[in-house]
């Protein structure tokens, strides 16, 4: 089975914080993707990537940039974290082709 | 409109019975549907995706497909209180690039003993 692992469970971080979040899969697929999930909007997406070194807007980018160096790991980067940054962030993997995701298991983020 | 809308739960069934979730799409031209699985506190799961128009059944599910319609939805037969979760319905809108999904809202499924 695709295991995608995401570094940090909970996390609390103050207001003008730089903050990563890691993701890692274990089973060579190019597309990666992170979203946040929130109450009533539902699972929106920040960035995605498609290969080493490339990176693609989603529907949330403002605030937030990502880093592919290496096929296996994606990283979302709050530039300076403000509160309305508290959020579920949720990285995914999938295959070429037709393919559904596999979510790792999430990052609860507060800033305060 | 939203691009993938979800019937408004929740939903309440009873043990045993069937329930169903419904999920329209805006995009005439999209290939791939999913349904995804997500208990409260945990990441989405997927549990069915399907491709073409009619039926496909797994189990207790069947993911029912009619792209004329724009219309996908999911039944759950003999409902258990395990299943109760709230369902995503995700769609490669257009099938655009990089099999990028949108989501729905969610519909909360709650199966009472």
């Known amino acids: 089975d695709v295991k995608v692992t995401q570094s940090s469970r909970y996390l609390v971080k103050r207001t003008g914080e730089k903050v990563f979040l890691e993701c890692v899969q274990d089973m060579d697929h190019e597309n990666m993707f992170w979203y946040r999930q929130d109450p009533g909007l539902g699972l929106r997406l920040i960035y995605f990537s498609y290969d080493v070194k490339m990176k693609e807007k989603g529907d949330i980018p403002e605030g937030y940039s990502v880093s592919r160096e290496k096929k296996e790991r994606f990283s979302l980067i709050l530039e300076s974290a403000s509160t309305n940054q508290t959020s579920m962030y949720l990285c995914?993997?999938?295959?070429?082709?037709?393919?559904?995701?596999?979510f790792g298991s999430g990052t609860r983020l507060t800033v305060v | 409109q939203k691009e993938v809308e979800q019937n408004s739960g929740p939903l309440s069934v009873p043990e045993g019975a069937i329930a169903s979730l419904n999920c329209t799409y805006s995009d005439r031209v999209s290939q791939s549907f999913f349904w995804y699985r997500q208990y409260s506190g945990k990441s989405p799961e997927l549990i069915m995706s399907?491709?073409?128009?009619g039926d496909k059944e797994d189990g207790r599910f069947t993911a029912q497909l009619n792209k004329a319609s724009q219309y996908v939805s999911l039944l759950i037969r003999d409902s258990q209180p395990s299943d109760s979760a709230t369902y995503l319905c995700a769609v490669n809108l257009g099938g655009t690039s990089y099999g990028k999904l949108t989501f729905g809202q969610g519909t909360i499924l709650t199966v009472h003993p």
């Open positions: 399907i491709y073409s128009n």
């Open positions: 995914a993997s999938r295959p070429p082709g037709n393919y559904g995701y596999t």
